[in-house]
Structure formats: C-alpha cells, structure tokens
C-alpha cells in the first residue's frame, strides 16, 4: 500500500463519525431549550406590545379600550386563554363584545406551542380607561399576572399594576 495516499482508513473514519455524535448529542438539547426560550420571548413581547398599544389608544381615543380572547378575531370568547389568540377594541360601553368591525383595532394571531393564560382578573378581558388605566369591565380597578410559558421550567410573567403599567418578571411554569 502506498504511503502518500490522501484517503481515510475506515477506523478513522468510524472515529470522527461518533465524535460527532457524542457533539450532537450534547448539543441537541441545549438547542431544544434555546428555540423554547425564543418561543416565550416572542410571545411575551407580542402580547406586551398589545397592551402598550391598548393603553396608549385609550389614553389618546379618550375612550375606554378593552382586550379580549378571540379565536376567530371578530368576537371575544371567554371560552379560550390568551394563547388562542385576542381582539383589541374600542368600548366606550364597557362590553363584553366589540361593538362593530369598525371598533376593531387589532387582532392578535394564536401563539403556537405557548400557554399564555391570566389569573382570574386577567383572565379573558383587560381594558384601560382615558387615563390609561387598567379596569376590569365593571369599572373596578384591574391588577394581575399574564403568564408566558413553553412547558416545564421557567417562563415570563406581565404583571398589570392598577395604573396600568405593565411591567416583565420570571414565572415558573408547570
């Protein structure tokens, strides 16, 4: 056999293949755990983007202006959570239904693979009066937690103060 051959000996072949199997393999989950991550990332900004606009369009409307679940985007159902998706209107009356297509600001799509569901204040409506505050539907002040989670671990909390202010903390999922 010659010596100044170029090839590879199947050995050494064999060896670098389960080299980089061992690199996969280890590589594999921490990259299952980054695209989670950017999930719950995108999510949260998604939503709190919504509710910045919520307030600043009330403040500016002065009017009230309420978001709700909506899975087909033209009404609010109470029957789903956040992550079905959500519906951004304006209600002077306070209803539990937008009032028109025309009182329709935003749309909000469904988030896949992401649970996005509030405490019981924040659970299926949120709204904001002329000065910007939240307040439930009744006219009560409104203070409570959205969580963003993509399964077990941790995840991001939106915590609406009563001013209306949203701010983002760390939720634990489970």
């Not at 100044?4 to 980089?20: I, K």
């Not at 998706?85 to 937008?98: E, R, S, V």
């Not at 019981?120 to 409104?142: E, K, M, N, V």
Request: hydrophobic content about 45%.
């Amino acid at each position: 056999m010659r010596k100044d051959a170029l090839g590879l000996t199947l050995v050494e072949l064999m060896v670098t293949l389960v080299a980089f199997a061992v690199l996969i393999g280890i590589a594999a989950p921490a990259f299952g755990n980054l695209v989670e991550q950017n999930r719950v990332t995108s999510a949260t900004n998604s939503f709190l983007a919504t509710l910045h606009l919520a307030r600043s369009e009330a403040i500016r409307r002065g009017s009230p202006v309420t978001l709700c679940t909506s899975q087909d985007g033209a009404t609010c159902s109470a029957a789903i959570d956040w992550d079905g998706g959500w519906l951004l209107y304006q209600n002077a009356a306070l209803a539990t239904q937008p009032p028109g297509p025309d009182a329709i600001v935003r749309v909000g799509q469904e988030a896949p693979r992401v649970e996005i569901a509030g405490n019981t204040p924040t659970r299926h409506y949120i709204s904001f009066d002329a000065l910007g505050q939240s307040q439930q539907l009744s006219g009560a002040w409104l203070m409570g937690t959205v969580s963003v989670c993509a399964g077990e671990g941790s995840g991001r909390a939106i915590v609406l103060s009563n001013t209306g202010r949203p701010r983002v903390g760390e939720a634990t999922c489970g």
